[in-house]
Nanobody, 112 residues
Framework: QVQLVESGGGLVQPGGSLRLSCAAS????????MDWYRQAPGKEREWVAR????????NYADSVKGRFTLSRDNAKKTLYLQMNTLKPEDTAVYYC?????WGQGTQVTVSS
């Protein structure tokens, strides 16, 4: 049974930082690329970033490029999203995804 558990969300002021984690189990983590998505209130879920199976290649949505950094630790079966210079428009529930499986999401709220 595949499980993805996100953590690290919370309330942060504009300009602040958060690091999200996504811990996986029940899957051969190291052979899959992984993605982060987010869904803001009243909006559709949008793709945020992708990392290759080995971690050597990353891609980002234009809205987060230069501010967010995606990494992974295959030994720990964990994906990370370092989010810097956060903006109110980054407020959303953030989800990790692997091989068609989704986590339950973690709320990120950027507000003063």
């Amino acid at each position: 049974q595949v499980q993805l558990v996100e953590s690290g969300g919370g309330l942060v002021q504009p300009g602040g930082s958060l690091r999200l984690s996504c811990a996986a189990s029940g899957i051969i983590f190291s052979i899959y690329a992984m993605d982060w998505y987010r869904q803001a209130p009243g909006k559709e879920r949008e793709w945020v970033a992708r990392i290759s199976s080995g971690g050597s290649s990353t891609n980002y949505a234009d809205s987060v490029k230069g501010r967010f950094t995606l990494s992974r630790d295959n030994a720990k079966k964990t994906l990370y999203l370092q989010m810097n210079t956060l903006k109110p428009e980054d407020t959303a529930v953030y989800y990790c995804k692997i091989a068609g499986y989704w986590g339950q999401g973690t709320q990120v709220t950027v507000s003063s």
